[in-house]
């Protein structure tokens, strides 16, 4: 690589632009100080994303080679195989026996390519993305509302509201530079910030208002404020009789569903008086807080509603959706400066996703498959002589018909289902039985992986060349840094190849994605008369140097009436992307999630994210800095239930629903309201024994969007008792399968497992073997000490004075520093002093025992942080950042900051 490159994160969807300029040992990466989304910052992934490649390169973790039936071979061997099964599989069954289920994760003119192939040259309806988990309510409640399937704002309008409100968002931990410019802001000039969440967040950090609602009871909350709204005269009355269709309608339901503040704060859980609020923690009754909420919203024009996954995964997020989109018409909010309802999307490319159709229920360029007209006129702009009308199966259904056999070839690209759908068994089970799955992934082991009969390598991050859309329409370009790895290639090279040795050679001939790009641009002002709003016709022709040179823009860019360059917002003026140009309100209710608590499965479990890992894994697992926030998952539970369910803090806790078991650490936290627990989505096959949450879920979905409930699992939890607990340090992986739990997390140089069995066992096996044998070093030897009346084992596998392996057992779990522990894997030779204390399980330094990552972009603990509160006497986050530099990166630990300064304190006072 030469100079720098700038290109665009492959995490989250606020899109942030990255600078990557060569360094002495590989690369640096930076925020790009002209990207509109970040303005030069970034998030703690965003800065570990060069460590994520560095652990690529040196534990060998990329899949490099295609493997047909678990055999390596060569390209031209896996195209021809894949196309010619592919092929059988049409001849003996038909084409609607093949499936495609990819990924918001796959560049925009990848996922073209996904969605011309399957629909227009193989003639099966049924692709279907993991965004039908993410985003798919969303899409349903932007269309009833709109017209058509748009985010109306732009981030700037977070900035310049007076009012914030985020309901079902973490956007501290979720989108933390979003939320980084909402902290400016508030900053500045002061914006009010409300959080809508049954759990205490992050997000809180820098809320006005916390408002803990019911799980699942959105719709009645914003049912209660439209009524209320409407009663009290702060509807935009002049507005509605212009631009809106269906008030009437919408605020009768809402009255019937929440007449007034009282009952609307019984429907959500929010009538609880001052003093004795055991949600949260906080003060004040909870109707106090909705008056409040009620009256911020009716005195501030400037309002911008972000919504997120706690609206979307619900049975019923489409009307969540619209429950919010119904407020901001009411008062006629909607794509102005600092005032409109605002979808955060989550995955990097969510948005090119939802703009190529790559939902079943989409066609291509927002045109409806349902729509005869739509289909005849993609068909004639592909040159497709198969393409029918009609939607294919949702995710859920999708499985469904491969267990049931309708389905007997799928694809999977960029997405992780075994571990991310929802009743996650049953997906395996489906996928077992499947005559032929074919996986795209950049990693060679995922728990979809282990079922492929075909893996096919894809390109990574660094080496990959496209678009993406972000949460406020903006496209910009992803741009290599890194040559090829291996075999690996592009997700659109794979498909071209396997699409042209299918025979529809003529259709997919492709020199490099600007050509896609400029397909797609020219499909979306194919005969668009103003109707889809997804216009980027200026792009129709671009070749590779345009292209190449793409500065980021905001869509429609269209070639009619419109100035280069994007435009900011939409609606503004009032004129939706209806026949009547017209917003519609819709008339919603409060409707019960679909499964409930009962006896044997009394509590609520919640879902969702960790502020340093991504989905599944399979990339920021791989960083030790990343890993170090929280190493293990935890069941997050209010004491009262804790006590309930005798469990004990740092414990572990067996979880169970009607659908499957999980066994995880249990943690304490006055952030869950009694009832409703917390655990994260992130842990799979490859990381632990029984972390995968996606076994707990029932495949609930919202009748309109499809989208899974992952927000409202009705679980049991008990104490798992364990008879011995172990912390192993090892540079090669081990196999513990027959334990029943464990967990790895990738430690600075090595590999750290939590380890847990109820049965008695030869502990000294657990320990591997090294995998370099290096002659010279000598023979390896096992230092050891038991004391087994206590039950107390320590074993160090050493080679000459190197330690490659360690093993800690007792009764409870091993207080033992990890640091400390991995620094010592990676020494040359380790002092007698620290072998002695390596096997007395005493670390020189007691202090650091308890550390735990707070500040991952300067590798900041807990003990540091202590020790600057009760030695330097910091008493405020910036004096931490003066001493320690944390939380001066990307201020995503903030919020963790202020907690521990809370905490210590009243201690340091007294
Ligand atoms: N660190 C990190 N960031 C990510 C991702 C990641 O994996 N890791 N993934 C990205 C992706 S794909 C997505 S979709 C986004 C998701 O971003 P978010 O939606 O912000 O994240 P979640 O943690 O899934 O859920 C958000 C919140 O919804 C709350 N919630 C649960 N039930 C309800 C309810 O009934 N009502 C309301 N109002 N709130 C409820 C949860 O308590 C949780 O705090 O994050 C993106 N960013
Ligand atoms: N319980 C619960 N379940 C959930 C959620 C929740 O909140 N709770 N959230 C849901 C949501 S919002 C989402 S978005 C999903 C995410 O769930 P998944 O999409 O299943 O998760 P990822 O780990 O992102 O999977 C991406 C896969 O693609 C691979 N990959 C990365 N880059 C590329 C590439 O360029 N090409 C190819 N071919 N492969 C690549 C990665 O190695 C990885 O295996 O999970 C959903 N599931
Ligand atoms: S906020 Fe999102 S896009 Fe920006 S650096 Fe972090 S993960 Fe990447
Ligand atoms: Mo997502």
Redesign the pocket.
């Given at each position: 690589m030469r100079g720098e490159v700038k290109t665009t994160c492959?995490y989250c969807g606020v899109g942030c632009g990255l600078i990557v300029s060569p360094a002495r040992d590989g690369w640096a990466v930076g925020g790009d100080p002209d990207h509109p989304a970040n303005l030069g910052r970034i998030c703690s992934k965003g800065a570990a994303l060069i460590d994520t490649i560095t652990a690529e390169m040196n534990r060998d973790f990329r899949l490099l080679k295609p493997e047909v039936d678990g055999k390596t071979v060569d390209w031209p061997t896996a195209t021809r195989e894949t196309a010619d099964r592919l092929r059988a599989t049409i001849e003996q069954h038909g084409p609607k026996s093949v499936a495609f289920y990819v990924?918001?994760?796959?560049l925009t003119e990848d996922y073209y390519i996904a969605n011309k192939l399957i629909k227009g040259f193989i003639g099966s309806p049924h692709i279907d993305t993991?965004?039908r988990?993410?985003m798919a309510s969303t899409v349903v409640g932007h269309k009833r509302a709109f017209g058509a399937d748009v985010v109306p704002g732009c981030y700037e309008d977070l900035e310049i509201a007076d009012l914030v409100i985020l309901t079902g968002s973490n956007l501290a931990w979720c989108h933390p530079v979003l939320n980084q410019r909402l902290r400016m802001a508030k900053e500045k000039h002061g914006t009010k910030i409300v959080v809508i969440d049954p759990r205490k967040t992050a997000s809180c950090d820098i809320a006005d208002l916390h408002l803990p609602i019911k799980p699942g009871s959105d719709v009645a909350l914003f049912n209660g404020l439209l009524a209320w709204l409407d009663q009290n005269g702060h509807t935009d009355l002049k507005y509605i009789a212009r631009h809106v269709s269906g008030y009437e309608a919408a605020v009768a339901e809402a009255r019937a569903d929440c007449p007034d503040i009282a009952s609307t704060a019984k429907k959500c859980g929010l009538d609880y008086p001052a003093g004795i609020n055991e949600h949260s923690n906080e003060d004040g009754s909870g109707l106090g807080k909705l008056e409040t909420f009620f009256g911020w919203f009716a005195a501030f024009d400037r309002t911008v509603t972000v919504f997120s996954?706690g609206v979307n995964?619900s049975s019923s997020g489409s009307d969540k959706v619209n429950a919010i989109i119904n407020t901001h018409l009411a008062t006629g909010r909607v794509g102005k400066p600092g005032s409109s309802p605002f979808s955060v999307t989550?995955?990097p490319n969510a948005m090119g996703g939802r703009e190529v159709g790559g939902l079943a229920n989409q066609l291509a360029a927002h045109m409806d498959p349902n729509d005869v007209n739509d289909v005849d006129r993609v068909k004639r702009f592909w040159k497709s002589d198969i393409l029918e009308p009609g939607e294919g199966y949702k995710a859920v259904d999708m499985f469904r018909a491969i267990e049931t056999g309708k389905i007997k070839a799928v694809w999977v690209?960029?997405?992780?289902?075994a571990?991310?759908?929802p009743d996650a068994d049953r997906v395996r089970l489906a996928l077992s039985r499947c005559p032929l799955v074919i996986v795209?992934?950049?990693?060679n082991d995922?728990d979809?992986l282990r079922y492929a009969h075909i893996k096919l390598p894809?390109?990574?991050?660094a080496e990959?060349s496209g678009t993406v859309t972000n949460s406020e329409r903006c496209i910009s370009r992803q741009r290599p840094f890194r040559d090829l790895q291996g075999d690996a290639k592009p997700?659109w090279w794979i498909m071209t190849q396997i699409a042209q040795a299918m025979g529809y050679g003529k259709a997919f001939k492709y020199h490099d994605p600007a050509e896609i790009f400029a397909e797609h641009a020219a499909l979306s002002e194919f005969e668009n008369e103003g109707l889809r709003a997804f216009d980027i016709g200026q792009w129709h022709k671009a070749k590779k140097p345009a292209y190449d040179a793409m500065t980021p823009f905001q869509w429609p860019a269209s070639r009619k009436n419109q100035p280069a360059g994007g435009a900011e917002r939409l609606y503004g003026n009032g004129i939706f992307t209806t026949s009547n140009g017209r917003a519609r309100m819709l008339a919603v209710q409060q409707t019960a999630p679909l499964s409930q608590t009962n006896k044997e499965f009394p509590l609520v479990a919640n879902?969702?994210?960790y502020r340093d890992q991504?989905?599944?894994?399979?990339?920021t697992g791989t960083a030790a800095r990343l890993s170090a926030h929280r190493p293990e998952p935890l069941l997050e539970l209010n004491i009262c239930d804790a006590k309930r369910y005798k469990l004990i803090d740092g414990g572990l806790a067996r979880i169970k629903s009607p659908q499957g078991t999980a066994l995880m650490r249990v943690s304490i936290s006055d952030a869950q309201a009694p009832g409703d627990v917390f655990m994260p989505?992130h842990w799979n096959d490859v990381f632990s024994s029984a972390g995968g949450?996606?076994r707990l879920?029932p495949a609930n979905v919202d009748p309109y969007s499809g989208q899974p409930e992952?927000?409202y699992i009705p679980v049991s939890v008990e104490p798992f008792e364990p008879l011995w607990q172990g912390l192993l340090f090892s540079n090669t992986p081990v196999d513990l399968s027959n334990q029943p739990y464990w967990v790895a997390a990738t430690g600075p140089g090595c590999m750290i497992y939590e380890i847990a069995g109820d049965q008695p066992c030869l502990f000294k096996s657990m320990l591997p073997v090294a995998a370099n044998s290096d002659s010279d070093a000598g023979p390896e030897q096992i230092i050891e000490y038991n004391d087994g009346k206590k039950g107390v084992h320590r074993y160090a596998r050493m080679r000459k004075d190197r330690i490659t392996g360690a093993l800690f057992v007792g009764p409870d779990r091993p207080a033992l520093g990890r640091d400390w522990i991995s620094g010592l894997l990676g020494t040359d030779a380790i002092s007698g002093p620290e072998r002695i204390a390596l096997l007395a399980g005493r670390m020189p330094d007691a202090r650091a025992i308890n550390d735990r990552l707070i500040c991952s972009c300067f590798s900041v603990g807990l003990a540091a942080i202590t020790r600057a509160i009760h030695e330097q006497n910091a008493v405020s986050t910036t004096d931490i950042g003066r001493l320690l530099q944390a939380g001066t990166g990307c201020g995503s630990c903030l919020s963790e900051l202020k907690e521990i300064l809370d905490d210590a304190l009243p201690r340091a006072a007294e």
């Open positions: 492959p990924s918001g994760q796959l993991n965004s988990l993410c996954q995964q989550g995955q690209m960029a997405t992780n289902p571990v991310s759908m795209s992934d950049t990693v995922t979809t894809a390109a990574g991050w990959k997700d879902s969702g994210r991504w989905h599944t894994m399979t990339r989505m949450i996606g879920l992952s927000k």
